[in-house]
C-alpha cells in the first residue's frame, strides 16, 4: 500500500531556533496538506497545495510559518522562530483531489523546549 | 466556514457492546463525511466515510449514517472489541477540492 513518507518523526527543538518537516506525498496525488494536531484535539488545516500552489493557508500563522512545493511533489513546512505552544504533531497529507478521503502519513511529533 | 461538532469526547464500553460517536456540522453544502481511527502513536486512518447522496453505509461492524436536513450524522460500531480502542474523528468538507474540517475526536475504550 502507497504511503505518505515524513519525516523526522520526532524533532526536539528550543524556542526561537527554526524547524523543518518534510512531506513526500503518494505519487500521482497532486493535492498536499499539513494539519497540526495539538494534543487531545483534531487536526487543523494549516495549508493546502494543489500541485506547486497554494490553495488556502489561511490558517498558517504567516508571521513564523512557512510552505512550499516547488516541484508540486514534496513539500517542506519551516517555523522560524520556534514557539513553546508550535509544540504538536505536524500531519501531512495528501489525495487526488476530487473529493475523496486523504492518505495521512505519520506525522512529525515537535516538542519545543 | 465549515465548523463541526463531536459527541462525546470520551466514551467506555463494554466488550460486545456497541459505541455511537455522533457529529454535527454547520454548512449545508457539506457533501463527503469520512471517518478517521487513529491509535496512539500512529497516523489517523480511514474507516469509512459518506457521501450526501445516501443516508447510511455499511462495513463489516461499522456503519455511518447521515441525516441532511438535521447536519449531523454517526458512527457505529457493533459487537465491539478491545483493538477498536482508539481516538476517533468525524470530519466534513463541501463540493470542490476544499480541505476536510475535523471533529475535535473521541477517545473510545473497549473494556474486555
Known amino acids: 500500500e502507497a504511503e505518505v513518507a515524513q519525516s523526522p518523526r520526532y524533532k526536539i527543538t528550543e524556542k526561537s531556533q527554526a524547524v523543518a518537516f518534510w512531506c513526500d506525498p503518494i505519487?500521482?496525488?497532486?493535492?498536499l496538506y499539513w494539519y497540526r494536531q495539538i494534543l487531545g484535539q483534531g487536526p487543523e488545516l494549516l495549508v493546502q497545495f494543489q500541485d506547486e500552489s497554494v490553495v488556502d493557508d489561511s490558517q498558517l500563522p504567516k508571521d513564523r510559518f512557512s510552505a512550499e512545493r516547488l516541484k508540486g511533489v514534496d513539500s517542506t513546512l519551516k517555523i522560524q522562530p520556534a514557539e513553546l505552544g508550535d509544540s504538536a504533531m505536524y500531519l501531512c497529507?495528501?489525495?487526488?483531489?476530487?473529493?475523496?478521503?486523504?492518505?495521512f502519513g505519520s506525522g512529525t511529533r515537535l516538542t519545543v523546549v | 466556514g465549515e465548523n463541526v461538532e463531536q459527541h462525546p469526547s470520551t466514551l467506555s464500553v463494554q466488550e460486545g457492546d456497541s459505541a455511537v460517536i455522533k457529529c454535527t456540522y454547520s454548512?449545508?453544502?457539506?457533501?463527503?463525511f469520512p471517518w478517521y481511527k487513529q491509535e496512539l502513536g500512529k497516523r489517523p486512518q480511514l474507516i469509512i466515510d459518506?457521501?450526501?447522496?445516501?443516508g447510511e453505509k455499511k462495513d463489516q461492524r461499522i456503519a455511518v449514517t447521515l441525516n441532511k436536513t438535521a447536519k449531523h450524522f454517526s458512527l457505529h460500531i457493533t459487537e465491539t472489541q478491545p483493538e477498536d480502542s482508539a481516538v476517533y474523528f468525524c470530519?466534513?468538507?463541501?463540493?470542490?477540492?476544499?480541505?476536510?474540517?475535523f471533529g475535535k475526536g473521541t477517545r473510545l475504550s473497549v473494556i474486555a
Open positions: 505519487s500521482g496525488h497532486a493535492t
Open positions: 454548512d449545508s453544502a457539506s457533501n463527503y
Open positions: 497529507a495528501s489525495s487526488l483531489g476530487g473529493g475523496d478521503g486523504y492518505t
Open positions: 470530519a466534513a468538507r463541501n463540493s470542490g477540492n476544499t480541505p476536510l474540517v
Open positions: 459518506i457521501r450526501s447522496n445516501v
